[in-house]
């Protein structure tokens, strides 16, 4: 079968697995992937209190079992993203799945708080390894077109369902059973995607070597900087240590700006940026990252804390939250065939941002049914309309041998993003809430052990207070990525003619 004179068999890359079958398969493997490194972002959160308990974890060292693995993940994805471009995207990819596996049973075996920080570094390098391997694998095994949009739609749902589910299997696995099954569960998960990476053909490796002086240089700028951005956000910006680790991340990114510019085989090519759109997409994701960072963590703040949910309840409340991204992650792998990427991107800006401003109204006695419901749907359904076409646009049209870095500089902005957004929101956050009441969140544990009904009451209202301007915060950083969208994003539809005739992949 034929579209246009161009043969199905000619319309897929090189390598590539054939029939809809074997691209059904190849999917499946590379958003199960995707799904098991988002979801471990948020899965470990429910349990850390569990943990803290049975470890004995300072509070100062908690939040460490949440960051080493951010620090890691951030701080390494280049490295990991040229690695897969100049070793083989496949082998990079069975290689990280196998770490995190390891590192994941590790993690649950750990007997003391410092053995299961050193698991989560672990974790983080096998994702810094597989997330940009697995996006450059999509770009290398589905043509373009419909069965590219449809991978990267199946692939950007993954976002939105891996955080929800990681939620909601966290707090199932930690009430039901132990803290210790949110690292085993990665075990199974593992193992299957490894046994299902078979079916994925290896992409031709390119011929260059590891820039040494380049990832040296760049992933400790990288490492300084997530650094940087976490401790600022926990001991305040003028920490000596916080502006020291901003500095050394200065000079360590511009030495390595300077020896891409003068390298023959740099580890990241610095002509990358020159398109618009590609750069246009990264600075959105930024953008995104840090907004969407206050759906998860201060709603989840928010219901526990001001209404009461417990683990499992707040993980349910959630699931609106995936079915918004994944209809409209759905919806925009088809309208991108038919639409600019900005005409698809915008509006979804704008409803994620509206969705973020009815948050902002949230009172210590709103309903579920009838505020955070319908405006988590909406945040969900807006963010869903941006990553397929800012996927897109970020990993279209680059030279088959840069895919892998490509993939890994979207991957490093959206993390990037997250970190700082946390820092950033967790301030204002606490700033407004201390000004209604000092030490609100001490204050609530105060009034609840004592049932001290009028304290409980004023600690709620300053705790929500501060949730909603951390939540209008999200929604002007919405606004900015739709203005940088507007701007830098001018890219045509994404053509669909020479896929039409491939099988539907179900």
């Known amino acids: 079968m034929s579209t246009a004179g161009t043969s199905v068999a000619d319309s ?66 280049l490295l990991g993203g040229r690695a897969g471009d100049l070793f083989g995207r496949r082998r990079m990819f069975q290689a990280g799945i196998a770490l995190f596996t390891l590192a994941s049973l590790l993690g649950g075996l750990a007997p003391n708080e410092e053995l299961l920080i050193g698991a989560r570094v ?91 002086p380049g990832a040296v240089t760049g992933t400790g700028g990288l490492l300084a900087l997530v650094y940087a951005i976490t401790r600022g956000g926990e001991h305040g910006w003028d920490n000596s240590l916080t502006l020291a680790s901003f500095a050394v991340s200065a000079v360590l990114l511009s030495v390595f700006l300077l020896i891409q510019s003068r390298s023959d085989d740099p580890m990241l090519p610095l002509n990358l940026f020159r398109d618009r759109n590609r750069s246009g997409s990264y600075a959105t994701m930024l953008f995104i990252g840090a907004g969407m960072i206050a759906t998860f963590y201060f709603l989840t703040l928010y219901m526990q804390l001001v209404l009461g949910y417990g683990a499992v309840s707040t993980g349910f409340a959630y699931l609106p939250f995936s079915v918004g991204m994944g209809v409209a992650a759905a919806g925009s792998s088809k309208l991108i065939a038919r639409f600019a990427p900005r005409l698809i991107a915008g509006p979804g800006l704008v409803v994620a941002a509206a ?118 915060a999200a929604g002007v950083m919405f606004l900015a990525a739709l203005l940088i969208t507007v701007i830098a994003v001018n890219a045509r539809r994404q053509d669909n003619t020479e896929a039409t005739a491939l099988v539907h992949m179900g």
């Open 12 to 77: 897929m890359p090189r390598g590539a697995p054939s029939g809809g079958r074997h691209l059904g398969l190849a999917l499946i493997v590379i958003a199960s992937a995707q799904l098991m490194l988002i979801l471990d972002g948020t899965i470990t959160n429910i349990a850390l209190p569990s943990i803290q308990t049975d470890l004995g974890v300072s509070d100062a060292n908690l939040a460490w079992i949440v960051n080493a693995y951010a620090l890691a993940f951030g701080g390494l994805l």
């Open 122 to 212: 672990l974790q983080g390098i096998g994702a810094a390894l597989t997330a940009p391997s697995a996006l450059a694998l999509i770009t290398t095994t589905f043509p373009e077109g419909k069965p590219r949009n449809t991978a990267m739609g199946v692939y950007a749902a993954m976002a939105g369902i891996g955080s929800t589910v990681g939620l909601l299997l966290g707090g199932i696995l930690t009430e039901a059973l132990d803290w210790r099954w949110v690292f085993f569960v990665n075990i199974p998960i593992g193992i299957a995607i490894l046994a299902g990476t078979r079916i994925l053909v290896e992409a031709e490796r390119h011929a260059g070597r590891l820039d040494v």
């Open 355 to 472: 969705g973020m401003f009815w948050f902002a109204t949230l009172e210590p006695d709103s309903s579920y049914a009838g505020h955070l419901m319908p405006a988590m749907f909406l945040t969900a359904l807006g963010l869903g309309m941006c990553f397929v076409p800012m996927t897109l646009g970020a990993v279209s049209g680059v030279q088959d041998q840069e895919t892998g870095i490509t993939a890994a500089l979207l991957n490093t902005a959206q993390q990037v993003g997250a970190a700082l957004g946390l820092a950033v929101l967790a301030t204002i956050s606490t700033s407004f809430a201390d000004d209604k009441l000092p030490d609100a969140a001490q204050s609530l544990y105060r009034g609840l052990g004592t049932k001290d009904a009028a304290l409980i009451d004023k600690a709620s209202s300053a705790l929500t207070h501060g949730y909603t301007m951390a939540f209008v």
